[in-house]
């Protein structure tokens, strides 16, 4: 018989724990968004910063029901085997509230630590492949080009197996996730056009089996729509650098977002400029109908976890405002 599974619930919103939080606030932030009802919390683990498995493990212990997903682990950065005893021992602790994600990291962060492999795909399918089977306590699979653990078994595994999803862009690799994860991550900006590119890119076998599909995006709410679209463009910076082509070309402006991009003098003033109509498409802004609606059309193109990324200063103080655009719920 095949081992119990969290399968994806549909219409779930979440909020990103940011990076840069102050420690003190870490525990107080992850309360407050439960309280007001978010399904989830994402982790963050990006190098210099703070651990994704040490804050998935704080969070988990320190509040109650909340799902926590950890976006995203590095696959170079972690012995397979070692990786999976940590989070197989955190879905014991805590069944049904992890979502293991699992991507090959920033090149140049993976080329500081030395952990960039040369060919970071067939990294991420067979630490994936192996990651899965592991935490399902079945034997390691023969040894690969990079994951070695032929015959590794967990004498300790889950009850319920936490999905892995694989934050990765472009075609290719998420034709691999398709292949070999429970589904994907898709930092921001997550616009619907880019989650269906996205759906596609995983063939139709992995569609069929109701894969997770976790999106990212920045996010403010104000009862003034102007304000929230002032707010949430400092987020926007990143979008017309050449790494984020994956998320431009699905986009009906696409072609028009890269000559804005190319005449302004650097990626503030590209933020600050585009269109209104852009930024509601990249971001979840606006009145709470208005961010509910952004919401609601992610969900409606695939997404089975929209997670919120607070805009401006005071994130702790942000979680009231873009909970205000939390669905109704009966």
Request: hydrophobic share 45%; charged share 20%.
């Amino acid at each position: 018989m095949p081992e119990p599974h969290a399968l994806p619930a549909r219409g779930r919103v979440g909020v990103m724990l940011p990076r840069d939080l102050p420690v003190g606030d870490v525990l107080p932030y992850a309360r407050r968004a439960e309280a007001l009802g978010f399904d989830q919390i994402w982790v963050v683990e990006d190098l210099g910063w703070r651990g994704g498995i040490a804050q998935a493990a704080t969070v988990l212990a320190g509040t109650t029901n909340i799902t926590v997903g950890i976006g995203i682990l590095p696959a170079g950065a972690r012995n397979v085997s070692f990786a999976a005893m940590e989070l197989a021992t955190l879905a014991q602790l805590h069944p049904g509230r992890l979502i293991a994600g699992i991507g090959h990291g920033m090149p140049d962060w993976m080329r500081q630590a030395g952990s960039w492999p040369a060919s970071p795909l067939t990294l991420l399918k067979e630490y994936t492949t192996a990651l899965r089977l592991l935490l399902a306590g079945r034997p390691g699979p023969a040894n690969g080009r990079f994951v070695r653990c032929e015959g590794v078994v967990l004498t300790e595994t889950p009850d319920i197996v936490p999905p892995v999803v694989l934050g990765v862009r472009g075609p290719r690799s998420q034709e691999a996730a398709g292949e070999v994860a429970d589904g994907l991550l898709l930092a921001e900006p997550a616009a619907p056009s880019y989650i269906t590119a996205s759906l596609h890119h995983l063939g139709p076998a992995a569609s069929a089996n109701r894969p997770e599909i976790v999106t990212y995006d920045a996010a403010a709410v104000d009862d003034n729509e102007e304000a929230a679209l002032a707010r949430v463009r400092a987020g926007l910076e990143a979008i017309g650098e050449p790494g984020w082509a994956a998320h431009i070309d699905p986009l009906p402006f696409a072609t028009e977002l890269r000559a804005h991009r190319a005449a302004c003098p650097d990626a503030r003033h590209f933020a600050q400029t585009m269109p209104d109509a852009w930024v509601r498409e990249l971001s979840i802004a606006g009145t709470p109908d208005q961010a509910r609606d952004a919401i609601n059309a992610r969900h409606a193109a695939g997404a089975t976890s929209v997670v919120l990324a607070p805009a401006g200063p005071d994130a702790l103080a942000a979680l009231g405002s873009i909970a205000r655009a939390l669905p109704h719920k009966p």
